[in-house]
């Protein structure tokens, strides 16, 4: 047994925050009290910190199979623990596409064998995200993916993604959607706007995504099926998604860290800046930052997408899109959202953990009987990221060296600690 102790519990699903404590019994919840007294159990002070629920990161990249070099399954699990993660998503663009039950199998093998957080992949929506036929999505829930996604290239067709959404809704599978307008997207590396002519790189419009989520939006109101919309960035795509809402579709949103923090005017040469969607305008960053606080966005998710460096140190052109995420979410979280008055403790912790939990069905709450699934972490310890020292094989983010009000202490994942700083 363990007895966490004199922690502040916020626990967004009962609304509490409270100075409260919590006894693990294996991998569940026991009791939730004030002075809890558990002769034998093992004591974790947690005075300082905030005790949370598990965190789940609904997007995330961990390139196995097929692109090691990069990132594994058992690193890339390591630096969502260190994140504070208790359950991350992989994304099915791997090589070989995580199209079948076959592949989706040898990923929760491996993951039971090596990772230290739940691992939750997310199967395909068409054969190896070609955009032409469905993949085996029936197959792979069986085996034991959350939902479904041709993430990294969007679904072309609006007939195809009428059969993925057809298909998932009889399944009960959330359809997660990378919203792009190909054409508008082909060839460009950053957002259209002054900084693109400025640094004489090619940009999309930030009708790219608004397009694609207007058209699947509709998708979703004609089949019934839920649809959630991936690394959201612009405000009209933001203002659609409302919309869905008001209407009563099953439609949810994602926003990334580094597009509630950057914007296209903090590109520069350096790839790290490079990633898709790329960072939007300053318009784009403040209405995310308003759909943060007021609930029109459901989850903060990381799209962790590690890169070898020989991917990524090349030419702006030609260098792979995305950054490492994981181990600076919280953090950015904390100093964009929290300590700017922004958004309550309570939601805070919902955008990390109740928010994700409601687009994959999934409940989170500390209470008994619920998974021993935690995150510690505080509001003040002051610390600087270094990607050199990062659980991930790749050091692909702006973030290196960046200074921090607030971190993940401890991760607590199915009753055991599998992170603590
Ligand atoms: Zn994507
Ligand atoms: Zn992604």
Not at 210 to 216: G, V
Not at 340 to 352: A, P, W
């Amino acid at each position: 047994m363990l007895l966490i102790k004199n922690g502040r519990v916020v626990d967004p699903a009962s609304q509490t925050d409270a100075a409260l404590d919590v006894l693990l019994d294996g991998e569940r919840i026991a009791h939730v009290a004030a002075g809890i007294d558990a002769p034998g159990a093992e004591v974790f002070d947690a005075a300082g910190l905030v005790v949370a629920p598990g965190f789940i990161d609904l997007h995330c990249h961990l390139r196995e199979p097929g692109e090691e070099l990069s990132e594994t399954i058992e690193t890339g699990s390591r630096a969502a623990a260190h994140g504070g993660f208790t359950a991350v998503c992989p994304m099915p663009n791997t090589k070989p596409v995580n199209d079948n039950a076959a592949v989706t199998r040898a990923i929760l093998e491996r993951a039971a064998k090596v990772s230290p957080v739940r691992v939750w992949p997310i199967g395909a929506a068409s054969r190896a995200s070609e955009g032409e036929a469905l993949a085996e999505i029936g197959a792979m829930q069986q085996a034991g993916i959350v939902a479904v996604s041709d993430d990294g290239r969007p679904v072309a067709t609006a007939k195809l993604m009428r059969q993925v959404m057809d298909y998932c809704r009889a399944l009960g599978l959330v359809v997660i959607d990378h919203c792009e307008e190909s054409s508008l997207a082909a060839g460009a590396v950053m957002r259209e706007g002054p900084r693109s002519v400025r640094l004489g790189l090619r940009g999309m419009p930030a009708e790219t995504e608004s397009i694609a989520a207007a058209r699947d939006i509709q998708l979703a109101a004609l089949t019934g099926a839920r649809m959630h919309v991936a690394h959201l960035t612009t405000r009209q795509s933001l203002e659609l998604v409302r919309a869905g809402k008001q209407q009563g579709l099953a439609v949810s949103c994602e926003v990334t860290p580094h597009h509630f923090t950057l914007t296209d005017e903090d590109v520069v040469y350096d790839t790290r800046f490079k990633m898709n969607p790329p960072l939007g305008s300053r318009e784009d960053h403040d209405a995310l930052l308003a759909g943060l606080a007021d609930g029109s966005v459901d989850a903060i998710a990381t799209d962790h997408a590690p890169h070898h460096a020989s991917l990524k140190d090349v030419e702006f052109d030609s260098a792979r899109f995305g950054i490492t995420g994981f181990e600076t979410a919280l953090a950015l979280a904390l100093e964009q959202l929290f300590h700017t008055g922004r958004v309550s403790l309570v939601r805070l912790v919902e955008l990390f953990t109740t928010g994700p939990g409601r687009v994959l069905e999934k409940t989170r709450r500390i209470a008994p009987g619920e998974p021993a699934d935690l995150t510690l972490f505080s509001l003040d310890y002051e610390w600087t990221f270094r990607a050199e020292e990062s659980a991930s094989k790749s050091r692909n983010t702006p973030f290196d060296g960046r200074s921090f009000r607030g971190a993940p202490m401890a991760t607590i994942v199915s009753g055991r600690i599998v992170f603590r700083r």
